[in-house]
């Protein structure tokens, strides 16, 4: 139920349907993918994890010495998803901490210095726009314009953190507990809000829109590469790198990683009541982002015991403050003015080397690159380090069959008899 959760991918969902002209060819892909590879693979890999008892790592020891090396990338690739992912969770937070506020703070542009009128660039686009791009993420014309590191979303990002590592001091007791919540509550509030829906002028055209496919879009076959690509719990989705400044963020329709912060906030200040329906809504992503948190901390600690690269003696709460830890320091580079360009970067790389009008740097690509590479390349090192090794055992033996000592004297073997004699 907690990998059935993923809230990656319900936010993949939400995103890569607005890229979409018909939202019944985006399903298509979608569901086939989810029947036919998302779930084999999902019972596949419980089935193997309950029969075993064991880590990625030890699985696949288990299956071939060979193998091991899939076991370590599979750690890498949930490292690198927990330093860029809970990033979303400190935005979420951030979010949820303005949803108490009346009115909701990206309802309405603010004041100008002058308090004479209002924002100019807010005023340009919409409050809701502004309010993401300017008041939460403060982004920078492109990746290569750092920035300074925004200090509400380190606090942001930095409570998300502590939420991850109490809930998971105690590995899977305490995690269990917590999976109570945050696995059944979303689907109160999905209910909540389609029950909503349904009750609004026009949700029949909607359904109608929702369920009719394009079939320009369905014969498209990016769309299918990346729902086939994108089903893996370890694997990134699509990538739209394109070169944006704040006018451009501004003036372009919701679509990438801020879908969720722009269309659904759009829709809740239209409701009555909307503080109520902002802060359900953002406490439900922020139980869908801590299912999936649970899943790849673990699936970096079970790794990291299988290997024995800790003592017995230090406890699993400290090894799990320092992983959080070493992944909060690594995602500060988020929480910069460039932070939402560098997210996209680990979060999906697919299309790399396409971009838009506008290209990415060249060192950009190096490091998608390298993203690619550094996962991948210890399946191979690991199964050239066991064939040496395996190597080197059978001469040892060899060496060691040529000679028998008893009692310190060598004893004369048959061949040696025969040569004498």
């Known amino acids: 139920m907690l990998m059935l959760d993923r809230a990656l991918q319900k936010y993949v969902y939400t995103r890569d349907q607005g890229r979409y002209s018909s939202a019944g060819a985006f399903l298509i892909p979608y569901l086939i993918a989810l029947v036919f590879e998302g779930l084999p693979l999902l019972y596949l890999e419980l089935a193997i994890g309950q029969r075993l008892r064991m880590g990625s790592i030890g699985v696949w020891n288990s299956i071939s010495p060979l193998l091991g090396g899939v076991g370590i990338a599979s750690m890498i690739v949930s490292f690198l998803v927990d330093i860029f992912y809970n990033t979303i969770l400190a935005w979420v937070l951030w979010y949820l901490f303005h949803s108490f506020q009346d009115p909701l703070p990206w309802s309405q542009c603010p004041l100008n210095d002058n308090l004479t009128g209002y924002n100019v660039e807010c005023e340009k686009s919409t409050p809701v726009n502004y309010f993401w791009y300017r008041e939460t993420l403060n982004i920078t014309p492109d990746i290569e314009t750092s920035g300074s590191l925004q200090w509400w979303l380190v606090i942001c990002l930095a409570s998300a953190w502590c939420v991850v590592y109490i809930c998971c001091i105690k590995g899977i007791k305490s995690v269990g507990k917590a999976v109570y919540v945050t696995a059944t509550f979303p689907y109160l509030v999905l209910t909540i809000f389609l029950i909503r829906a349904l009750t609004l002028p026009g949700a029949t055209d909607g359904l109608v829109y929702l369920f009719t496919?394009?079939?320009?879009?369905?014969?498209?076959?990016?769309?299918?590469?990346?729902?086939?690509?994108?089903?893996?719990?370890?694997?990134?989705?699509?990538?739209?790198?394109?070169?944006c400044d704040l006018q451009t963020f501004l003036d372009q329709s919701a679509s990438g990683t801020g879908l969720a912060f722009i269309v659904f906030t759009e829709a809740v200040i239209e409701m009555p009541g909307s503080q109520i329906w902002a802060i359900l809504f953002f406490v439900m992503l922020f139980s869908l982002g801590l299912s999936s948190m649970f899943g790849n901390i673990e699936g970096v600690l079970t790794p990291i015991n299988d290997l024995k690269l800790v003592p017995k003696w230090m406890p699993k709460e400290l090894i799990t403050a320092?992983?959080?830890?070493?992944?909060?320091?690594?995602?500060?580079?988020?929480?910069?003015?460039?932070?939402?360009?560098?997210?996209?970067?680990?979060n999906s790389y697919e299309l790399f080397p396409q971009t838009e009008v506008k290209p990415y740097p060249d060192w950009v690509f190096a490091i998608i690159l390298l993203l690619c590479v550094l996962p991948v390349i210890s399946i191979p090192l690991v199964a050239l380090y066991k064939l040496i090794c395996c190597r080197l055992k059978k001469s040892s033996v060899r060496t060691n069959l040529n000679s028998y000592f008893n009692n310190g004297f060598e004893v004369e073997t048959q061949e040696q008899k025969n040569q004498r004699a």
């Open 213 to 243: 496919p394009n079939n320009i879009t369905v014969e498209n076959y990016d769309h299918w590469l990346e729902y086939l690509n994108g089903t893996s719990p370890g694997e990134v989705a699509s990538l739209d790198l394109t070169h």
């Open 322 to 346: 320092l992983i959080c830890l070493v992944a909060f320091l690594a995602a500060l580079i988020f929480t910069l003015g460039s932070g939402n360009y560098w997210v996209e970067v680990f």
